[in-house]
């Protein structure tokens, strides 16, 4: 079960716009206990226990060379160097939904001639990451995670899962405008359609021609927050390697499978940065709660990035984040592809006086 909860400011309370909410969502006819026993149940070529499992195994999607026919636009996109291939998609699903529907009935939202709307997206996704195409329009990316960042324009944006983008549109005189969100390294896509009154609907296909590409760090970089956090050292850094692997089908953190780990302790008022990589070749992202942390590095570059509580690690890559511990309590940090979760990548951190 899922639904937003929209959290608005007073500014946002007396800005003139329409503003329209959406879940984007991966489905499958299977129960989740049955998709969770064919992942875990795989084993690896020939027996073996190798960490790294780069074999198309049946029944699962790796679209390892999803995007690899223009690898230096990748590389320019990603910001940095990437590995030569990726695996993608852990499950096949069955549909992709925006706000409970296909592109076969999509959600028609009315909206006014020149009308400015703000997008509030949400990838409720369980494993599956998108690109938002907006089409003809151009938006303005305007938060991210519930947190204002500088502004930045665009047309297509990347979205990783458990990830939020609030994205301000100015409608031209009338039309239909379809929000796409393509799955990566696939051809499905989901989506719904602004339209102004009269505006004829034309039948959107919901397979494309081409696969899209990993989502990527393009976006990531060029965040930087509205509102940084202090500037000030760190208390305490902790490494965190984001471990695991394919096949067998076992997802962790410093190699420690949830709920076995070492917990790190944290007290009230400290500045936390915690240095996360991955070796594996998936990416990863990470989600924090209680918190909102800041992006201050990613793949070795130092910047002062958006505030935001979930992370994109891309495969082979890294980030560095930063909080202040100002929440009491006990809160989970782990992957936010849920079955990599269920199966060990999990963390959690305990402030001094729950220990």
Known sequence: MAAPLVVRSTEEEKADLHEVTVLLHDFSFREPEEILHSLTSRQPAGGS?????????????HS???????????RERAGSE????????????DAFLANDRTL????????????????????????????????????????????????????????????????VLELPSGGAFPILAQVEGKRQRT????????????KIADLTATEAPPVDLSLEMKLRAAT?????????????????????????????????VDRPLIRQGQRVVIDITNPTMMAHPMHLHGHHFQVTALN??????????????????????????????????HCHNLYHMLTGMMTEFMYDIFA
């Open 49 to 61: 226990g190798a960490a790294h499992n780069m074999s198309n195994m049946e029944g699962m999607d």
């Open 64 to 74: 390892s060379m999803a995007g690899m026919k223009d690898p230096e636009s990748r």
């Open 82 to 93: 990437m590995p030569m291939a990726v695996d993608l998609n852990d499950v096949e699903y």
């Open 104 to 167: 076969q009935d999509p959600w028609v939202v009315k909206v006014e001639n020149r009308g400015r709307v703000q997008l509030r997206l949400i990838n409720g996704a369980t494993s599956s990451a998108f690109w938002i195409d907006l089409g003809e329009l151009t938006g303005m990316l305007v938060a991210v995670d519930g947190n204002p960042v500088v502004p930045v324009t665009g047309r297509q944006f990347p979205m990783t899962m458990a990830q939020r983008l609030d994205i």
């Open 191 to 202: 989506g719904f359609v602004l339209a102004t009154p009269h505006a004829r609907i034309a």
């Open 228 to 260: 940084p956090i202090v500037d000030r050292p760190a208390d305490i850094v902790l490494a965190m390697r984001l471990t695991g692997s394919m096949a067998p089908y076992v997802w962790s953190i410093n190699e420690q499978v949830w709920p076995k």
């Open 300 to 333: 070795g570059k130092g910047f002062a990035g958006a505030v935001r509580d979930t992370i994109l690690v891309p495969a082979m890559g890294s980030a560095r984040i930063a909080f202040d511990a100002n929440n009491p309590g006990r809160w989970p940090f």
